[in-house]
């Protein structure tokens, strides 16, 4: 093993085509599949926790939470046969509690998982065409049962089981909508369908016995105990700002006159479109979730509705639409939301929604906010932030920051911070890209686009591009390590430019095929590339020739890396060897196992050599190459690596994958040598912002500081003219509460008058009633004596028979335990026997496994003595041959000429007998893989042996339980022995609480009558407001009468002027006609009343100029002080220029 660790810290990306790939670990904590492993992240402290993938597994399919939030099961296809792992998420760190990888059934991948309510049970799906729905019982590895879900090849999505019942489990697909129940060890179909067969995305449970099911064409259907009993359509919806668009375009189109259906321009090609229009706008329910109030489901791209109950009986009505938001930062921001919902999932407090988007995208959504805020439209937001939704094709670091650079088929170009593990920038294009480069400040960044070359800015807030190359297709650009250069490869050919000057300073040609991975060496004199043409090339940049070559036409190089001291290249490609190349020759080939590299990186100290594998696997190895297995092999990515980087101080190393994730690792050195590197300078702080965007801000600023100060007068106007308001209003208030108050206090005088009338009266009643009740206790008291001696002679009676009764019971009991003891000493007994039967076959069984252990230790020990006496004996065989040859060569060489038949004769032999030695190699390996095969069975021995010590402390623990039934069922006696006593007790009690109760009676009769006295005095406050309404509305008909009069003065007035404006050409006529309208329109009270509100127009005015006026006074104060300002600028600059200068023509 290598002494080089790496050991993963942080990972970018999702893998969105993992059924059910988003779940709840507790409140804090959720599960989410990355590259080759599952990651648990806390929401709140940003820390990540790997569970690795199993070893040589080509990806995850399916993931399952059990309900008690305890296991986590996997499905994955292991060297192309499929396995579930199961982990326990309660230790630390999560360890394998069983992997299922035996089956006896056909099955190519289990798509879809589900663990049972009490996490027993496991029920998985497999893939067609086997379609078999297998339950187990997990943690013994027992099939119960398997059935064949599905005859017509139709994909299966989903399964689950019922919430409330182990036994009974439901599946979703293409047409298949089935409910099974587990009974005599088979699983039995429960509904059968009816109608059309739909196509079943999605399902959840409501409760014990509904299903919850949607379909790709926008339905929901209820079913119940497998019938059917509510459906509903969900309808493709379109944000506010599209429906404003279309409904202009459906004004535009309005006015274009189109061919009826009948026409002959309209052919039956449209007429299908139209119709695969409507379909494709039909929302596919992709993900369904159930929650306390109802459910949320998908209703096509981008958008999740929440369904709550009705009051109905089976209904559900949409209570909230949730939509993915736009994201400004893309190519196209109309486009951004359109993303399909693959699964989501409500915390355990269902305090916020979680979302998985098939674009690699987490999104969460707070609850609480669907109640704050009704009216707005709410949103998801990024769980932390965008992530990379295509296969990363470029990566790279800078040394004076602590920045990532990435760059995807996915049309975007990415700034990670690998010290706080967060996106620091990122901006999609309109093209892919496929190369990217830091420039080593950290302020520049170069990415190679398919139809130019871009050198861009890191700006504080944005990526801007500030020159382009025409370098079309470039798949490879670095900077120098000095920054002053940059490579870009086109096809065959790498372009050296100057980052200064932008120029073209070399072309380096050579290359028959296309250049695959380029790098400078650490003092930026050489670059070495290589390609798909098998050629390892070192260029001088001095002179643009060629120092080094080393072609191999059988190999497609993919990734190349070079020593700190530029003497060693190393290369890997498709010949699954990794070289070491000097001088133009091949040093050593390091065989890769059977595993195609992809990518290499050499540490900066020289003696770490980290490899990307195309299975996504991470190789670490120490530096002079080990020729055996001596290196550290880990579960990374979910495609073949694409790129890999190690930072400046050796400390952390980068990888990026076809996957669309970036890993980051933390690298450590065994020995401890070389890794800690101090740095003599920290990373820089220093941002780039463009002179434009400052003066916008500052620009913005003062805009805002102006806007504030206004707004402060605004306030302060307006606060004043509240004021009096408030005043006006407050005495009005006070003079109506005081004239309130006298009538109340007149109101209450008269009350008092009639309450001491009320209670006069009600004294005498008093005292009759009492004289009444006096006669009726004699009159009980004597019928009640009576009865009493009645009840007691009664009541000796029954004491009698109750003490024979609890004699009798007390017999019995007495008999019935007896009768227990003795069943409980037969039972201990039986079962002692049992357990002595069991305990030494116990001993016999590990007795003879130490016996076959003993035999098998023995077998292995003499296999290998007779095979190191056999190679030791072989040995000296052939060094004595040698020797004895070696001799006769020597004596022979003076005689060469007579001799030289019988040279070449020895020379044959000599070649046989290394025949000989070759096949006892071949012989020596079979033996070694003999022992292999013993050294398995010895496992599977094992293994076998501690199965049945679990079954044997299973059988202790039922016996275990028996016992403490026995106990429980003793104190059980005992309790309702107690219970009986205490009912005894609570009758008196009762009797007490029925008097209280009738007094309670009494004393609500007396609030009832003090409740009918307010209701008679509201209802003379209700008719004192009807007379107040009354004389209102009046007031408002003569107001509107008035308007109606003033309308049609106002009508008049009109045609009298119309006529008046016919006499505009004669001035006499036009004034007698304005004179008689002022006569007849124009009267002294409207006069009155046009002067009054004038005088207040007029003050208001009058204040208005003279504060307009104050602020032009100050103005022209300001510009009289500039100008003298400038007019002594203009002086002084004309003193400074020469006296000698030439006039200016003027033209």
């Known amino acids: 093993m290598s002494v080089i660790v790496a050991q993963s810290l942080h990972i970018f990306g999702l893998r969105s085509r993992v059924a059910n790939n988003v779940c709840y670990f507790d409140e804090q904590i959720i599960i989410y599949p990355s590259g080759n492993s599952c990651v648990k992240y806390h929401l709140e402290q940003k820390w990540q926790k790997f569970i690795p993938g199993s070893e040589k597994s080509q990806g995850m399919l399916a993931l399952a939470m059990s309900p008690s939030r305890r296991y986590l099961a996997i499905s994955e296809t292991v060297q192309e046969k499929p396995t579930i792992t199961i982990y326990e998420l309660s230790s630390v760190p999560c360890k394998k509690r069983k992997v299922l990888s035996v089956f006896d059934f056909p099955v190519q991948e289990f798509v ?56 009974q489990v439901c599946i979703t697909g293409n047409g298949i909508f089935k409910l099974f129940r587990y009974t005599e060890g088979t699983l039995k179909q429960t509904n059968f369908q009816r109608g059309e067969p739909q196509n079943y995305l999605s399902h959840a449970w409501l409760t014990e016995d509904k299903v919850m099911v949607g379909t790709d064409t926008g339905k929901l259907f209820l079913f119940e105990s497998g019938d059917l009993r509510w459906e509903t359509s969900i309808e493709c919806k379109e944000r506010p700002s599209e429906v404003e668009k279309d409904e202009l375009a459906h004004e535009s189109e309005s006015l274009i006159e189109f061919p009826t259906a009948s026409s002959p321009d309209l052919s039956s090609e449209m007429l299908c479109e139209a119709v695969g229009q409507q379909q494709a706008s039909l929302p596919q329910i992709s993900a369904i979730a159930a929650y306390s109030k109802g459910f949320a489901c998908s209703a096509g791209p981008g958008v999740v509705l929440l369904f709550e109950k009705t009051e109905e009986k089976e209904g559900y009505r949409e209570n909230r639409e949730i939509r993915i938001p736009q994201d400004q930062r893309t190519s196209d921001p109309n486009q951004s939301d359109k993303q399909d919902v693959m699964c989501m999932c409500f915390s355990p407090s269902e305090e916020t929604l979680l979302i998985s988007t098939n674009k690699n995208q987490l999104y969460i959504f707070t609850m609480s906010s669907t109640e704050i805020i009704k009216g707005e439209p709410a949103h998801f937001e990024y769980l932390n932030f965008p992530l990379h939704s295509a296969a990363i094709t470029g990566l790279d670091i800078c040394i004076r920051k602590p920045l990532v650079a990435t760059c995807s088929l996915d049309r975007s170009v990415r700034i990670w911070n690998y010290e706080t593990n967060t996106l620091d920038l990122y901006k999609e294009y309109q ?39 025409t370098v079309r297709g470039c798949r490879e650009c670095t900077f120098s390590n000095g920054g002053h250069l940059f490579a870009a490869v086109n096809g065959n050919v790498i372009h050296i430019y100057s980052t200064t000057s932008f120029e073209n300073v070399n072309n380096l040609k050579g290359h028959n095929g296309k250049v695959r991975s380029v790098i400078w060496s650490a003092d930026d004199n050489k670059l070495i590339s290589c390609g798909t043409d098998g050629a390892v090339y070192e260029w001088s940049l001095l002179t643009g020739k060629r120092e080094s070559e080393c072609v191999l036409k059988s190999c497609s190089y993919s990734g190349v890396a070079i020593s700190p001291d530029a003497k060693i290249i190393f290369a890997v490609g498709s010949d699954q060897t990794l070289k070491e190349i000097s001088d133009s020759s091949i040093l050593c080939e390091v065989p890769t196992f059977d595993v195609t590299y992809t990518a290499i990186v050499v540490s900066h100290s020289g003696r770490m050599v980290f490899t990307g594998t195309s299975m996504g696997t991470i190789r670490s190895m120490k530096y002079p190459l080990p020729v055996h297995k001596e290196f550290n092999e880990y579960q990374a990515h979910a495609g073949p690596v694409t790129k890999m980087s190690i930072t400046c101080d050796d400390q952390f190393l980068l990888t990026v994958s076809e996957d669309g994730c970036l890993l980051i690792w933390k690298v450590y050195d065994k020995e401890g040598r070389g890794l800690k590197r101090e740095k003599e300078v920290g990373y820089a702080d220093e941002v780039l912002i463009t002179k434009t965007d400052m003066e916008e801000k500052t620009q913005v600023m003062l805009e805002l500081k102006t806007r504030v100060e206004e707004l402060k007068m605004e306030n302060e106007y307006q606060l004043r003219l509240k004021d009096m308001n408030y005043n006006e209003k407050m005495k009005e208030l006070t003079e109506k509460f005081i004239q309130e108050m006298e009538s109340l206090k007149t109101k209450n005088q008269v009350l008092k008058a009639e309450k001491e009338k009320q209670e006069l009266q009600y004294q005498e009643q008093l005292s009759e009633l009492m004289e009444k009740q006096s006669r009726e206790v004699q009159d009980l008291e004597s019928g009640n004596n009576q009865k009493l001696l009645l009840e007691y002679e009664k009541y000796q009676e029954l004491q009698v028979k109750s003490q024979r009764m609890q004699e009798e019971y007390e017999k019995q009991l007495h008999d019935m335990e007896e009768t227990k003891n003795q069943a409980l ?77 019988k040279f070449n004769s020895l020379q044959k032999e000599i070649e046989e007998r290394s025949n000989d030695i070759e096949t006892m190699r071949m012989e020596q390996q079979k033996l070694q893989s003999v022992i292999k095969s013993l050294e398995k069975d010895i496992l599977g021995l094992k293994r076998e042996i501690q199965e049945r010590d679990e079954t044997i402390q299973d059988k202790e623990k039922r016996i275990y339980d028996l016992k403490k039934k026995n106990q429980e069922l003793e104190k059980f006696k005992f309790v309702l022995d107690y219970k009986i006593k205490e009912l005894k007790k609570q009758i008196e009690p009762r009797e007490n609480d029925i008097k209280a109760m009738k007094e309670q009676i009494q004393e609500m009769e007396g609030e009832l009558e003090r409740f009918h006295q307010q209701n008679m005095q509201l209802e003379l406050n209700i008719t004192e407001l009807r007379q107040k309404l009354k004389a209102t509305d009046r007031e408002m008909h003569k107001e509107q009468q008035k308007e109606r009069d003033m309308e049609a003065l106002v009508k008049r007035f009109k045609t009298d002027l119309h006529n008046c404006v016919g006499f505009i050409q004669e001035p006499k006529k036009l004034k007698e006609g304005i004179r008689e309208l002022y006569s007849k329109y124009v009267q002294q009270a409207d006069m009155v009343e046009i002067v009054g509100v004038d005088t207040d127009l007029q003050q208001e005015y009058t204040r208005q100029r003279e504060h307009l006026e104050r602020n032009l006074a100050t103005l022209k104060k300001k510009v009289v002080k500039e100008s003298e300002i400038h007019r002594a600028d203009n002086v002084r600059i004309m003193q400074f220029l020469p006296v000698n200068c030439c006039p200016v023509p003027v033209c």
């Open 431 to 469: 093209e892919e890209a496929y190369a990217v480069s830091l420039h080593p400040t950290g302020l520049y960044v170069l990415a190679g686009f398919s139809d130019k070359l871009r050198l861009m800015n890191l700006l504080i807030d944005d990526i801007r591009t500030f020159k382009d190359f």
């Open 825 to 901: 000493e037969e039972l201990t007994e039986y079962y002692e026997a049992k357990l002595h039967e069991k305990t030494t076959l116990l001993e016999e069984a590990q007795d003879d496994a130490r016996q076959q252990l003993q035999e098998f230790e023995e077998t292995k020990k003499q296999i290998e003595e007779d095979e190191d006496r056999e190679i030791q004996e072989i040995k000296i065989k052939y060094e004595r041959r040698l020797r004895e040859e070696r001799e006769s060569n020597l004596r022979l060489k003076g005689e060469t000429g007579i001799m030289r038949k």
């Open 112 to 167: 879809s998982l589900a663990f049972s309510p009490d996490s027993k049970y496991l029920v998985a799906q497999t893939g067609p065409p086997e379609s078999n729905l297998a339950y187990w019982m997990w943690e013994k590895q027992r099939t119960m049962a398997i059935v064949k879900a599905d005859i017509q090849n139709n994909p299966v999505y989903q399964v689950s089981f019922n919430p409330q019942d182990n036994t």
